[in-house]
């Protein structure tokens, strides 16, 4: 096990320095201005624009720029604005000009906001949407088997944009049956904290339980006819003891990889459902630093999102090799 997670580990960091590499020479390298986006087209003096380039670095070979990059994230790194200096900490993701703030310090900020959003919408899809598919690969083939898939593809025919639209504009604002939402650090009041979520976690969670239920409904089936589910079967286990012992350990493996994937894409892509509910969280941070052509924040925000891809492919990984040992040895 200890190679097994060697080896994924030295794979993981590999591809995080590719990102990093490939990210640098988009932004940096490729034909663009920082210094002139952030000094703007007006009232953008060569003195200002030259007193960017310094304080950014751009005056110095790409090289340079780039080890300078890359060792602010292991040591990290001072800068000079506006004749005072600031201290960038570990890991430094370079500075916003634009917000006189360290990018690490704003992703810091809005990033527990969207984990929180996140840790309910896993908690839904793992509970209820893998629930609902195993319960219907139980009844394979009957009326409750096929009432609760035509009901999860009407709800997954819905376009996600109505359903977060009109949960936020009817059920929140015109109908208040849900509370406001909004974000409350959870250490200051879990109880709003709780409340400024539920509208979100509710859309999020029922959205993703539909698709779940799916995969988690043809992942059972196809392991229900395996040749050990039979063998549990003839030797007069219960058929519960056979499902949710032996059937849902093997059937959650191709889930864990969806999972997986889907949580880290929630994580990075939850632009929309943060823009609705007015969520200050790294989705409203990505549109700003686009809107403001902030490219140092845009740079740290995509070295965020492959990080946490890769992590969690990483963690997906050691979970397949707890579940199935058989993986360990590949």
């Keep these: 096990m200890v190679c097994f997670v060697g080896r994924r580990l030295a794979s993981a960091i590999s591809v995080v320095a ?4 490939a990210t640098f020479t988009l932004f940096f390298v490729a034909p663009t201005d920082p210094a002139g986006a952030i000094c703007g087209e007006r009232r953008c003096t060569q003195q200002r624009y030259q007193e960017i380039q310094a304080n950014l670095h751009l005056d110095r070979p790409k090289v340079q720029q780039f080890l300078e990059y890359s060792a602010g994230i292991i040591v990290g790194r001072t800068f000079e604005t ?3 200096t600031q201290r960038c900490t570990v890991p430094c993701l370079g500075f916003s000009f634009k917000n ?3 990018v690490t310090e704003m992703l810091r900020s809005r990033l527990p906001v969207t984990m929180s959003l996140v840790a309910g919408y896993a908690v839904l899809v793992l509970t209820i949407g893998v629930a609902i ?16 898939m035509a009901g999860t593809l009407v709800v997954g025919s819905i376009p996600y944009y109505v359903l977060a639209l009109m949960t936020a504009l009817y059920l929140t604002i015109v109908y208040p049956i849900l509370p406001r939402s909004g974000y409350t650090p959870l250490t200051e009041n879990p109880v709003q904290w709780m409340a400024g979520l539920l509208a979100p976690w509710l859309v999020l969670g029922i959205y993703g339980c539909a698709s779940y239920a799916r995969f988690a409904r043809g992942s059972m089936i196809e392991v229900l006819g395996e040749d050990f589910i039979r063998t549990a079967r003839a030797k007069g286990l219960p058929n519960r003891v056979v499902t949710y012992k032996h059937a849902l ?16 894409g929630s994580l990075t892509g939850a632009i929309f459902t943060e823009r609705v509910f007015d969520l200050p969280g790294l989705g409203n941070l990505v549109l700003e630093s686009q809107n403001n052509y902030d490219l140092p924040l845009i740079m740290g925000t995509v070295l965020l999102g492959s990080v946490i891809l890769v992590a969690m492919n990483f963690l997906v990984d050691i979970v397949y090799g707890l579940i199935d040992p058989r993986i360990r040895s590949t």
């Design 18 to 21: 590719m990102t990093l590499i």
């Design 82 to 84: 506006s004749g005072t």
């Design 100 to 102: 006189d703030r360290p």
């Design 133 to 148: 598919g195993t319960i219907a690969a139980r009844r394979h083939a009957t009326i409750s088997d096929r009432l609760l």
């Design 249 to 264: 350990r093997a059937g959650l493996i191709p889930i864990i990889t969806i999972f997986g994937l889907d949580l880290a």
